[in-house]
């Protein structure tokens, strides 16, 4: 099977991510890449990482003759572009933003999305026609709560997360400035983090009641990855929450659950989550690590997108970390 990919969005940070995995992956073809302001350059020009692996140029002119279609823009953006430019119902469409990825907004016109968490919904995601890739922050924390949530087992969960500097895109800004970013830290939209809602939403289809999600984010000074930590009440022992999440992710090729302790390097450059358990006092506490590019975005994005057409699901995916 050939299936030809378009990719709006192709300048910026998924969308360079999201090049490198497709250019290998045996099942696509890249039709086009879009940018506005790189229009007619070549890809290289941008992503220097590709230099000698591709001639594609970029246009500005999204072309038509094409399976799927990536959405690697800003919030708000994507539904823009869908309305602004009338795409072939019969072409899936996965998004990257979050403009669908909450019910009530999963929709434009005719056509709607499903939440592309295939840990939490591989059938459906394998029926949809078009996808909300999930959050970056979202997607570790999620992968560290549902076998709680499935059991029934989640009341306040306490996370802090920390995460690097590409997950803002980009773009520069003052926090993105290496003089900032470089030796320094920083918490924000305590309490607020948008990720909160679709975090809410999947635990609420396993666990109708009694969740509630407590999530401190924090600004690290390294480019890649997320490293996540939720801390709860559990009253069973450290070997029967290992069953637990042993069993839950038993067929999920990406999420791996580690005895020994889990560190960020083990998941930079790959798809996987990884989650490590640990407990004392009555409290359990679940470590995750995702890169957000990959795991947390593109990587994410092309599972999706082989579920979605029939693949392997790890087909393009199977990435090593670099240790060191
Ligand atoms: N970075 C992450 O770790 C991460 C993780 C998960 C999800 N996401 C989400 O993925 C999306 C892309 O993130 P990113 O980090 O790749 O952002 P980015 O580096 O800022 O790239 C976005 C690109 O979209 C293009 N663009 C913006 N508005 C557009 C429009 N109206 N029409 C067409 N193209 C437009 C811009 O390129 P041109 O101006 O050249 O067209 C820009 O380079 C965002 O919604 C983000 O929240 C990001």
Not at 60 to 69: A, F
Not at 254 to 281: M, Y
């Amino acid at each position: 099977m050939n299936i030809k990919a378009g990719i709006i969005g192709g300048a910026g940070y998924t969308g360079g991510e999201l090049l490198r995995i497709l250019l290998q992956h045996p099942a696509v073809e890249i039709t086009f890449v879009h940018s506005r302001s790189k229009a007619g350059e070549p890809i290289v020009s941008v992503h220097s990482d590709l230099l000698g692996d591709t001639e594609l140029r970029f246009t500005d002119i999204p072309g038509e003759d094409i399976n799927v279609l990536f959405l690697c823009v800003g919030h708000g953006e994507a539904r823009r572009f869908l309305a602004d430019n009338p795409i072939s119902a019969d072409v899936r469409v996965i998004d990257l933003s979050q403009d669908f990825r909450l019910a009530g907004k999963a929709a434009i016109g005719d056509r709607a999305f499903v939440y592309g968490l295939p840990e939490w919904q591989r059938d459906a995601i394998r029926q949809a026609r078009n996808i909300a890739n999930p959050g970056c922050f979202a997607t570790a924390i999620q992968l560290g709560l549902l076998p709680l949530a499935k059991a029934g087992l989640l009341g306040a969960v306490h996370t802090t997360g920390i995460t690097g500097s590409t997950g803002a895109g980009q773009g520069l800004s003052a926090t993105s400035h290496f003089s900032w970013r470089a030796n320094n830290i920083q918490a924000y939209k305590t309490l607020h983090h948008q990720h909160g809602a679709e975090i809410a939403q999947s635990v609420g289809h396993l666990q109708a009641e009694g969740f509630a999600l407590h999530f401190v984010p924090w600004r690290g000074d390294f480019a890649r990855g997320i490293f996540t930590s939720s801390t709860l009440d559990f009253k069973g022992t450290l070997a029967e929450a290992y069953q637990l999440y042993e069993a839950f992710y038993q067929d999920h090729p990406f999420t791996v659950v580690s005895r020994e302790p889990i560190h960020l390097k083990q998941a930079v450059n790959t798809n996987k989550c990884l989650l490590q358990l640990e407990a004392g006092g009555g409290r359990l506490v679940v470590h995750s690590a995702i890169d957000n590019l990959l795991k947390g975005a593109s990587g994410q994005a092309v599972q999706n997108m082989n579920l979605l057409f029939g693949l392997e699901e790890t087909m393009g995916l199977r990435l090593k970390s670099i240790a060191f």
